[in-house]
């Protein structure tokens, strides 16, 4: 069984920086897809950013040099560096993994919360 397990997340003042990381676990097959989501309270979970396993990357507009995602193929694992970050990045965000183009895994979710 393919686990998630997520660390990093906390408060933070706005400008501040986290990082937010996730290791998997489970599993022999390549994970294709590692990335993170976020879900604000009152709103629908949004993709934050991706990062596939020959390193091509995907970021939602709002997080645009702001944040930068990377990943560890040897270890499955994956990071989300955030800086500058803003009140509207408050959210539960989840560690999101596919496995053979199909197969969905995701973390418990982990609060970030920026303020001041």
């Known amino acids: 069984q393919v686990q998630l397990v997520e660390s990093g997340g906390g408060l933070v003042q706005p400008g501040g920086s986290l990082r937010l990381s996730c290791a998997a676990s489970g599993t022999t097959f390549t994970i294709n897809v590692m990335g993170w989501y976020r879900q604000a309270p009152g709103k629908e979970r949004e993709l934050v950013a991706r990062i596939t396993n020959t390193g091509n990357t995907d970021y939602t507009d709002s997080v645009k040099g702001r944040f930068t995602i990377s990943r560890d193929n040897a270890k499955n694992a994956v990071t989300l560096q955030m800086n500058s970050l803003k009140p509207e990045d408050t959210a539960v965000y989840y560690c999101?993994?596919?496995?053979?183009?199909?197969?969905?895994?995701w973390g418990q979710g982990i609060q970030v919360t920026v303020s001041s």
């Open positions: 999101h993994v596919r496995i053979r183009y199909q197969s969905d895994y």
